[in-house]
């Protein structure tokens, strides 16, 4: 497997654990006056999770 992509693999599953350690510990995300909701940590973990493992996939063969 290349570097780079072993890399991108890494960091779209760090991404997607912090967006589930969001969810978990409940945490409070704020920027400037706008509270971000729950579900755009749901939407992005998944999002990270899928794109991390069919990169993974892909890479295997």
């Known amino acids: 497997m290349k570097p780079f992509t072993?890399?991108?693999i890494v960091v779209?599953?760090?991404v997607?654990?912090?967006h589930l350690l969001r969810l978990?510990?409940?945490w409070r995300v704020t920027?400037?006056?706008?509270?971000?909701?729950m579900w755009v940590s749901v939407a992005g973990a998944a999002f990270g999770v899928s794109?991390?493992?069919l990169l993974w996939w892909?890479?295997?063969k």
Do not use: G, H, M, Q
Request: charge should be negative; charged fraction near 10%; glycine fraction near 0%.
């Open 6 to 8: 072993t890399l991108t």
């Open 12 to 14: 779209l599953a760090l």
């Open 16 to 18: 997607a654990f912090l």
């Open 24 to 26: 978990l510990l409940a």
């Open 31 to 37: 920027i400037e006056s706008t509270t971000i909701p």
């Open 51 to 53: 794109l991390a493992l």
């Open 58 to 60: 892909e890479n295997r």
